[in-house]
């Protein structure tokens, strides 16, 4: 495979604090070259050895591709009508769901993948290089089966979220339906997973019943997610840490003892904050569990109900403005925080040995993403080395 160096890179993110200044490792006029689908050698650009082909990126600024570690791509139909009524004053609840699930299990395999192949591509071009999807629009052995399988097909980092609410059919009889998610749909919906997730909340799965759903999941080699404490203060977080689970998402509504607890394990808080801008739901508090030293992601959570997007651009600048994050620290959450809630080590960052996901945006610095919001800024990408998006500038 050839090299290629990229040269003249005015800001580049490396988040590498040996190879730049603070946290993120910034180098100023930089170079980077790609060897073999990874990084090889990052440095001065006046340093850079010579390599097969060249980019010269007149001054633009360089970022690992963003980590979307939380989104639900596999279902059918739209909520616009619902989000329309809720900004009119109708509060979120869980139960508009229940839409998406009808039009899931109505929709082919065929409708199915493309909707989740546009959204994909659509990630892709806003930068994000790794994307992790979620089943959990089924909710049927058959359904939830077809969808992990629809999004193995489309990245390794597949999510069986069966216990997303309780069906119709299952009305008032949620034991009932998380028995059966334990005992038939995890192990046949386990080989196409790598994580299971539920959604511990009121008006979805309370603690016991999650419990008894990741356990069953663990038992199957499947390892632990959770959305917790989105509406309400609850037992979400607990159980997370409790379980080792990788991550809990959401985080809006937490006390003291949640953000100690956090601070306490290995597991990332991942904030969503286009769900919190779609419903009007209180952002997470992102400073307290900075403050108190928690890992942080950033996801856009794209979904067809409460946060319909794909943009972790907006997500980064949405952190900066309502979240009182700082541009360093949302740019970290987008990238190195999305690859700590998937336990990967090898994006993220870009060091030597890293694969080389890398983006280059339409402005001289990382800044620009929270201080232009709503550009498109993102000119290049590159995923594994390869060129996949080269937005066309044009100059006048």
């Given at each position: 495979?050839?090299?290629?160096?990229?040269?003249?890179?005015g800001?580049?993110?490396?988040?590498d604090?040996?190879?730049?200044e603070?946290?993120?490792?910034?180098?100023?006029?930089a170079?980077?070259?790609?060897?073999?689908?990874?990084?090889?050698?990052?440095?001065?650009?006046?340093?850079?050895?010579?390599?097969?082909?060249?980019?010269?990126?007149?001054?633009?600024?360089v970022?690992?591709?963003?980590?979307?570690?939380?989104?639900?791509?596999?279902?059918?139909?739209?909520?616009?009508?619902?989000?329309?009524?809720?900004?009119?004053?109708?509060?979120?609840?869980?139960?508009?769901?229940?839409?998406?699930?009808?039009?899931?299990r109505?929709?082919s395999?065929?409708?199915?993948?493309?909707?989740?192949?546009?959204?994909?591509?659509?990630?892709?071009?806003?930068?994000?290089?790794?994307?992790?999807?979620?089943?959990?629009?089924?909710?049927?052995?058959?359904?939830?089966?077809?969808?992990?399988q629809?999004?193995?097909?489309?990245?390794?980092?597949?999510?069986?979220?069966?216990?997303?609410?309780?069906?119709?059919?299952?009305?008032?009889?949620?034991?009932?339906?998380?028995?059966?998610v334990?005992e038939?749909?995890?192990?046949?919906?386990?080989?196409?997973?790598?994580?299971?997730?539920?959604?511990?909340?009121?008006?979805?799965?309370?603690?016991?019943?999650?419990?008894?759903?990741?356990?069953?999941?663990?038992?199957?080699?499947?390892?632990?997610?959770?959305?917790?404490?989105q509406?309400?203060?609850?037992?979400?977080?607990?159980?997370?840490?409790?379980?080792?689970?990788?991550?809990?998402?959401?985080?809006?509504?937490?006390?003291r003892?949640?953000?100690?607890?956090l601070?306490?394990?290995?597991t990332?808080?991942?904030?969503?904050?286009?769900?919190?801008?779609?419903?009007?739901?209180?952002?997470?508090?992102a400073r307290?569990?900075?403050?108190a030293?928690?890992?942080?992601?950033?996801?856009?959570?794209?979904?067809?109900?409460t946060?319909?997007?794909?943009?972790?651009?907006?997500?980064i600048?949405?952190?900066?403005?309502?979240?009182?994050?700082t541009p360093?620290?949302?740019?970290?959450?987008?990238?190195?925080?999305g690859?700590?809630?998937?336990?990967?080590?090898?994006?993220?960052?870009?060091?030597?040995?890293?694969?080389?996901?890398?983006?280059?945006l339409?402005?001289?610095?990382?800044l620009?993403l929270?201080?232009?919001?709503?550009?498109?800024?993102?000119?290049r990408?590159?995923?594994?080395?390869?060129?996949?998006?080269?937005?066309r500038?044009?100059?006048?």
């Amino acid at each position: 495979m050839p090299t290629t160096v990229l040269s003249n890179i005015g800001t580049l993110v490396t988040n590498d604090p040996a190879l730049g200044e603070g946290p993120l490792g910034i180098r100023r006029t930089a170079a980077l070259v790609i060897d073999g689908g990874h990084v090889a050698w990052v440095g001065d650009s006046a340093a850079a050895p010579a390599a097969d082909a060249g980019v010269d990126l007149d001054g633009r600024a360089v970022l690992p591709g963003f980590v979307e570690s939380h989104a639900h791509l596999v279902f059918a139909g739209d909520r616009a009508e619902e989000f329309t009524a809720r900004m009119a004053g109708r509060p979120y609840g869980a139960g508009g769901i229940r839409t998406t699930i009808e039009a899931t299990r109505a929709a082919s395999d065929e409708q199915l993948t493309v909707n989740a192949r546009r959204l994909l591509d659509e990630s892709l071009r806003a930068g994000s290089t790794t994307v992790e999807c979620k089943s959990g629009y089924g909710q049927t052995v058959a359904d939830e089966l077809r969808s992990v399988q629809i999004a193995a097909r489309c990245t390794d980092e597949v999510t069986l979220l069966a216990a997303h609410v309780t069906p119709p059919e299952y009305a008032g009889r949620a034991d009932d339906y998380v028995t059966m998610v334990c005992e038939e749909m995890i192990p046949r919906c386990a080989p196409y997973a790598r994580w299971i997730d539920v959604f511990c909340e009121q008006g979805a799965f309370d603690r016991d019943q999650a419990r008894a759903v990741l356990t069953a999941g663990i038992a199957h080699g499947l390892v632990p997610r959770v959305h917790g404490n989105q509406l309400h203060q609850g037992p979400g977080v607990r159980l997370a840490v409790e379980l080792g689970a990788a991550s809990v998402d959401h985080v809006s509504r937490v006390n003291r003892a949640d953000i100690d607890a956090l601070a306490g394990g290995d597991t990332v808080a991942t904030l969503l904050p286009g769900a919190d801008f779609c419903t009007r739901n209180s952002y997470p508090d992102a400073r307290a569990l900075l403050d108190a030293g928690v890992t942080v992601a950033l996801g856009a959570d794209c979904n067809p109900g409460t946060s319909y997007t794909t943009s972790l651009p907006f997500c980064i600048a949405l952190a900066v403005r309502e979240l009182r994050m700082t541009p360093d620290e949302a740019v970290s959450a987008a990238t190195a925080g999305g690859a700590a809630a998937l336990r990967r080590t090898d994006i993220g960052a870009l060091s030597p040995g890293f694969r080389a996901d890398v983006i280059a945006l339409d402005a001289p610095s990382h800044l620009h993403l929270a201080y232009r919001p709503g550009v498109p800024l993102i000119s290049r990408v590159w995923r594994d080395g390869v060129l996949v998006v080269a937005n066309r500038v044009v100059s006048q």
